[in-house]
């Protein structure tokens, strides 16, 4: 999860919106649990109310002979009838009355209309039987109802006062709440002097978390979720394009400017960019076109001091100043052979690294030269392969020039495809390690170009390399040199590197570095 988190804005988009949900609808259920029972409890007793007032109106406009029917029709799922002679002041014996009569199934409409003829003679007999009271009456409390049970839903154990301005009946009645369940129960007294008898039992929902409010949480967070990973995409998107333009340009690829569209700071970021492409592009050419022009124009003048020493009449004297004008000429052809390199754009693409390794060997074996280049893998890998092929051949001709043999191998490491030359050469100081890089060094101070070369070699090697995103490690092993050039995958996009994971050898370059080829 923490992975996920740490790699993904996408997944920190989604977290965050799940989280604002969360917490949002924990503090609407913090505030509005309770309010929401005590209403849904008021709700509910009104409705009480208004259907016991109509009920007690109906029977005393009504002939007793039909009453029975309709307290049974009037009866619902949560809600029963009943007529008793006098006021039932029993609570208790009221109680199992009432949950006796609401635990019997309602009548259907066949049974209604069955008892329809037999109604008008069960009244003429039960008003003519002597009144025989269901419970014994008890004293009644003239305490006022309440609006909600006592104590957060603790039951009355005893009839409460309704006054005639608290219900729609123009006449005082009593009132209780009973049970557990929301239960309520009224008994209002008619104009016949029997009362009537109501009971009310409904278990109220004090709860926003049920099914229904889950489902809706769920597609609410579902629905959310699906829209922040839109909108985290849409704003990924350009900048994923940023980091794969920028990767390349740093590796010295042609890049096509970046889209300039989109919110402004996403526009804004890639008119900076293209900026500091086309800016670096100038700053490149300059440079290079400044490189040629210095290597151009100094070939007039040596070519005039070369004739010039041709009549030196000393012999030793001659021969100093023409081998020091050849060497100021080799230095001029190479500046200019790397000014040309530099503005020549090759193409980068997929090419199988092992084989391009070995083919440059297998010409080195044919020109005497001892090289030995171990078995490997195939590694596919993009680059601009006549550049890399260049590179490296200025490290195994170093290696061959200064440690006698070159061995070059492949290795695929988690973090990088690694090139590594050795020789068994005598190895270079560390403090001059970076030294070599530089254009024109040598360790070689004789300046003899049969020995030393130009100084060039490893220069142009190393830059090769970091225009590939990578770099050049050298370091003495005891018995020679080594040279690592170390490529990242990051220069593979869609391609991966085939091999067996090591870890990474901390290597240096060959024992050829310690004076450029060139």
Not at 4 to 14: C, E, H, P, Q
Not at 147 to 173: D, K, M, N, Q, V
Not at 427 to 450: L, Q, W
Request: hydrophobic share 45%; charged share 20%; glycine share 8%.
């Amino acid at each position: 999860m923490i992975g996920i988190w740490n790699r993904s804005l996408t997944a920190r988009f989604v977290a965050v919106v799940l989280m604002a949900l969360a917490i949002s609808q924990g503090i609407s259920f913090l505030l509005f649990t309770d309010e929401m029972g005590g209403v849904l409890l008021r709700a509910a007793k009104a409705e009480f109310l208004s259907r016991s007032a109509s009920v007690a109106q109906v029977l005393e406009t009504t002939p007793p002979g039909v009453q029975a029917d309709i307290l049974q029709a009037s009866g619902t799922s949560y809600t029963r009838f009943w007529v008793t002679p006098s006021f039932p002041g029993d609570v208790d014996g009221w109680r199992r009355e009432a949950k006796q009569r609401l635990a019997e199934p309602l009548p259907t409409l066949a049974n209604l209309a069955g008892t329809e003829s037999g109604s008008a003679e069960a009244g003429a007999r039960q008003a003519a039987a002597p009144p025989a009271p269901l419970l014994a009456p008890q004293p009644v409390s003239t305490a006022g109802t309440a609006a909600t049970p006592a104590a957060a839903g603790a039951p009355y154990t005893t009839w409460l006062e309704l006054p005639a301005h608290a219900w729609p009946l123009s006449r005082a009645a009593k009132f209780m709440y009973w049970g557990d369940a929301g239960g309520m129960g009224l008994a209002v007294q008619l104009k016949d002097g029997s009362w009537l008898n109501s009971a009310f039992s409904k278990k109220m929902a004090n709860s926003m978390w049920s099914a229904r409010s889950l489902i809706s949480l769920a597609v609410t967070a579902l629905v959310l979720s699906l829209c922040a990973a839109f909108i985290a995409r849409t704003m990924t998107k350009p900048m994923r394009r940023l980091a794969a333009a920028a990767e390349a340009l740093g590796r010295g690829e042609s890049v096509p400017p970046l889209e300039e569209k989109g919110p402004d700071d996403l526009r804004h970021t890639a008119v900076a960019f293209n900026l500091m492409q086309s800016r670096l592009q100038r700053f490149v050419e300059d440079r290079t076109r400044l490189l040629a022009a210095i290597g151009h124009d100094l070939r007039t003048p040596i070519t005039s001091l070369r004739l010039r020493a041709e009549f030196v009449a000393d012999d030793e004297t001659r021969e100093k100043m023409l081998d020091t004008l050849d060497e100021l000429r080799a230095m001029t052809e190479a500046t200019l052979a790397f000014s040309r390199e530099q503005a020549t754009e090759e193409v980068t693409r997929n090419v199988d690294l092992t084989a391009l390794v070995g083919s440059l060997c297998d010409d080195l074996v044919e020109l005497g030269h001892d090289v030995d280049c171990a078995e490997g893998p195939k590694i596919s890998y993009r680059c601009r392969p006549d550049a890399l092929k260049r590179a490296v051949r200025n490290l195994v001709e170093n290696a061959v020039r200064y440690g006698e043999r070159a061995r070059v191998r492949l290795n695929a490491t988690p973090q990088a495809i690694e090139i590594v030359i050795e020789d068994d050469g005598p190895g270079i100081p560390p403090d001059i390690a970076e030294k070599v890089f530089e254009p024109f060094f040598r360790m070689e101070h004789s300046r003899n170009r049969e020995t030393g070369g130009i100084g060039l070699g490893l220069s142009i090697s190393r830059n090769m390399v970091r225009h590939h995103g990578g770099d050049i490690i050298l370091a003495n092993t005891g018995h020679g040199l080594r040279a690592t050039i170390s490529l990242p995958h990051a220069a593979l996009p869609g391609a991966e590197a085939k091999g067996p994971g090591r870890a990474p050898a901390r290597a240096g370059s060959a024992g050829l570095a310690r004076t450029p080829a060139e």
